[in-house]
Structure formats: C-alpha cells, structure tokens
C-alpha cells in the first residue's frame, strides 16, 4: 500500500507544472544557500508569498526543493572558499576546505556529494515507513496530547535557540502573543484589534515571516554597511570528483553513524539541520575510527557533517505532515504555506484520500529533490558559483522587492505591505539585541493550534489543568517539556558550579604561595 501511493506521488510530481516548481526550488535553495546572509530559510519565505496563488501539491513541492538543496550547496562556497553559506557548513571547514586546501577540492566536493545522497536517499526511505504508523499514532491523540505536542514542540525550540534562556522565551512570549490578534476561535470575540479592521482577520503569517526573516536581514545589512565587493571565482578547479568505492566501504561506519543520527534528531522539535550536523561530526570526533585526523582534511570530516544536516530534512517533514509539528525555521514557513491553502497538517491527512494522496506527492517530491540537487550540483557547480559575484547592494535590493511584491500579492491590500515592514524592523531589533527569531515565529504559528486545543480541554475537563499530566501520552509529551526547560538552567547551574570551584581552587593556591 505505501509502494503504491508513493509511485502515484512520483506520477504527481512529474506533472508539467509540478515539475519546472521542484527544478525552480531546486535552484533557488542553492543559489540562497551560498550567499552569506541570505540562506535556506530566507529562500523559503521569500518564495512563500508566491505560492498563494498556485495549487498547494507545487507549492510544498517548490518550497520543500528549496528545503533540501539549501542543506547542500552551502558545501561548495566552503569547501572552495571557506565561506560557510549557512551556519550548518562551518563543520565542513575543518576537513573539507583543508582537503581542498592540499590540492585535492574536487575530491572534497565528491565526497560532500555522495554524503548528500546517501542521507537525503536514506533518511526519505525510513521517513516514508514511519509516515503511515506515527500518523496512527497521532489519531489517537484527544485535544490535551495535542495541546502537550505543540507544547513540547514551543519548549524545545526555545531550549535550543539560543545561548540566552531568558530572550528565548521573551521571543516565544511575542510570538504567542502575535497569534492572539484577531477573533478568538472558540468564543468568536475580537481581541487586541485596538479597533483597526485589518487586524479583525488577525496578523498573516505571511507578514510575520517575510518580515521576520526577509526584510529584518537587509536592515540589519544596512545598518553594518552594504559590501559591494566581488568574490573572484576563477581561482578555484570547479569541479567534482566521486570518491571510489573502495574508499567509501573504508568509512561505512561513518555514513551508517551520521545517517541515524540525522534521522533520528531531524524527529526532535528545534534539533535543526545546524545542531545534526555539529552534532554529528562531535560524535565522529568522539568515537570514529580516525577520530584524531579529523580537521586534517580527512573524509570523515566531510561526510559526517553533510549527511546528518541532509537526513535531518526528512526527519522533519515527517513529523509536519503527520502532526502539524515544525521542527525547524523552514519547515514552519512550510506549515505556513499549507495553513495559507486551507490545509491543516495532521494525522487527518492520510484518512482523506485526496490528502493521502497530496502526503505522498510531497513524500516522493524528498527523493526528486535529493537525486535532483546532487545532480545539478554534479554539473552545474560552475553556474551555481557565480551567484557569489552579485553586489551586496543589488542583492539587498532585491530581497527587498521580492518582500513587498510578494506580500502585496497575497491579498491586494498595502495593509499588508505596512504589516511586513513593521515586522522587519521587529526582526532587525531582535538580532540588534540578541532575540533569537525562531521562537517567536514558532509562536505565531503554533499559537492558534495550542490555544485551541487547550481552550477545548479546559472545558471539557472543568478547567482542570492536572489532566495534561495524567494521561500516558500528555503526560510523557509534558514531563519531556519540562526537561527541555530544565536541561539549559541545569547546564548552566553546573557551569556556574565549576567556575566557582576554579576561583576557588585559585584563591587557595595564592594563599598558599602567600604564606610561603
């Protein structure tokens, strides 16, 4: 049953029309990716307002392309150039630019190719097994296991974005807050319009994204000075060699380690493409079996790497399309796109089947997008380069056109284009004053869920908040949150703890040297 749906999902996919969106999105994801400052995230929302218009099967498709190359292409500016495109690809600089650095890139590129397709191939086949079971998992839900989903989802993100505890969950508070604009789903009232009509509909999560993440970035550009100066590409070989077979049997253990490690933390709500892949080349550092040449531009360096940050994105569609929970800055902006189409992700989706249907188009578009980028990785790498030599300036200008056309687009209205400006300056004070985004448009966008959901089982319970913690499924979702929470604080006690021993240690030793 699978093997037939996901071969009518391949059908979908080679549509005409569903076909040039997965090439385009293939495209956009690399070209965004190797610019410094822009990156994968910014391609997906500024591609989100232009999705309004189209059927949601190409819309996801576009956006989940551009999801899956923007893990990838990041490797060539870094390997080539050491310019990590994303903050995912500065591990590939330890091993990958020093391979390339010893006269050997288009090997280094090889292997961050063949590491690319094994953890997309690999991590998409294990994702499409578990859709079906944990979408029968999530059936069972009632309205407080939903609600302590969301939950754990809002509370791992905010343990996971950021150095600061405390400015991520003030950036989770304005979220949630953004999400409480409009009329209230289950009393039907108006809240915090302040009388202005266009907020009777409630903030568009098209404004909060775009501006957040779109035009934040080309303010904060402006107030750092625009650089205008070009990056001379012609003096690297371009190219890319596979590594042999015999060399990849020598690190099996290395691609079977990174490829479970992604897929498993791309499930965990917050543990983005970034965190897999540091995470994945410390753990090839702690237990590989040449863990001391690593940042020597040995391969392990470069595959650990970019398989964990490529399964990660499988990982996270999974959990989007069976529960409604992003994981990650791009898979929200994904759940935008369904919600603006009238979609609501869930376990729902694969009882209908017109949405079994749309499930597994996008399930099959993971594989496309994977084979499709490594292909145009393969040979176009040489074309994909030259995006580095667009001025800062001009590219800040279009970024800013692509913003306001695309929000204007949505509906017609200039509400909408004041809306994402505010928002922009809102994104370029939390990055001035060290706010972490993410929660907060999490916030925006799970708000709504769990306030339903919550508000559903206050009052079927009698405002019993207790029965979040007594049910198998709510209760372990909660008990899990609260440990999200409490591991930063206890990391941080810990820390505390050691640094007071160390002064103490040192005040001891001058008395002693005092004395004598």
């Given amino acids: 049953m699978i093997l037939t749906n996901l071969a009518h999902g391949f059908l979908e996919i080679f549509q005409p029309f569903d076909l040039l969106m997965l090439f385009v999105g293939l495209l956009v994801g690399m070209a965004v990716s190797i610019m410094p400052g822009l990156g994968l995230v910014m391609g997906v929302v500024l591609a989100l307002p232009f999705t309004y218009q189209m059927p949601i099967e190409p819309s996801v498709i576009l956006l989940t392309a551009i999801y899956f190359s923007g893990t990838y292409a990041g490797c060539f500016t870094a390997i080539l150039y050491r310019i990590p495109g994303e903050p995912m690809d500065v591990p590939m600089l330890w091993d990958g630019y020093t391979m390339a650095a010893r006269g050997a890139p288009a090997k280094a590129l090889g292997w961050a190719l063949v590491a690319a397709l094994i953890g997309g191939l690999v991590s998409s086949a294990v994702m499409v097994a578990l859709a079906e079971p944990m979408s029968a998992v999530a059936l069972k839900f009632d309205s407080r296991d939903y609600f302590a989903a969301v939950f754990f989802g809002l509370t791992t993100v905010v343990a996971l974005a950021g150095k600061s505890m405390v400015n991520s969950l003030i950036s989770l508070c304005v979220g949630l807050l953004v999400a409480t604009v ?19 509909d409630g903030i568009q999560l098209v404004e909060v994204l775009v501006g957040m993440y779109g035009l934040s970035e080309v303010l904060a550009r402006i107030g750092q000075g625009l650089r205008v100066d070009r990056l001379d590409t012609t003096s690297r070989h371009v190219a890319t060699q596979f590594p042999k077979l015999r060399e990849m049997l020598g690190i099996k253990a290395t691609l079977f380690r990174s490829t479970v490690l992604g897929t498993l933390l791309g499930i965990v709500p917050g543990a983005g493409a970034t965190i897999t892949a ?20 040995v391969p392990e360096g470069i595959v650990a790497p970019q398989i964990g940050a490529t399964a990660s994105v499988a990982g996270h569609m999974v959990p989007l399309l069976t529960l409604g929970l992003p994981g990650s800055g791009a898979t929200a902006v994904i759940l935008a796109a369904f919600l603006l189409h009238g979609v609501q992700p869930g376990p729902m989706l694969l009882e209908d089947p017109a949405s079994t249907l749309l499930v597994y188009t996008i399930l ?35 970024v800013v056109m692509f913003c306001l056309v695309g929000a204007y687009a949505n509906r017609n209205n200039m509400s909408d284009v004041w809306m994402i400006v505010i928002f922009g300056v809102l994104g370029y004070l939390f990055e001035k004053f060290k706010f972490p985004i993410s929660p907060m448009v999490l916030g925006a966008i799970l708000g709504p869920i769990g306030e339903t959901a919550f508000m559903r089982t206050m009052i079927g319970s009698n405002n019993d908040w207790t029965v979040f913690f007594t049910g198998p499924i709510s209760g372990t ?3 899990a949150s609260v440990l999200a929470l409490s591991y930063p604080l206890v990391r941080e006690l810990f820390s505390m703890r050691r640094r007071a021993q160390a002064m103490a240690a040192v005040g001891k030793a001058v008395k002693v040297s005092d004395a004598r």
Avoid: H, N
């Fill in 278 to 297: 540091f995470i994945s080349y410390g753990v090839e550092k702690q237990y590989g079996r040449r863990r001391q040449l690593l940042g020597t531009g």
């Fill in 182 to 200: 409009g009329i209230d789903s289950i009393y039907g009232i108006p809240r915090f319009t302040f009388g202005v009509p266009v907020l009777r």
């Fill in 364 to 398: 099959a578009s993971m594989f496309a997008s994977v084979i499709g980028m490594c292909l145009l990785g393969f040979f176009w790498i040489r074309v994909v380069i030259k995006v580095l030599t667009v001025p800062q300036g001009v590219l800040s200008a279009i």
């Fill in 477 to 479: 979702l909660m008990g």
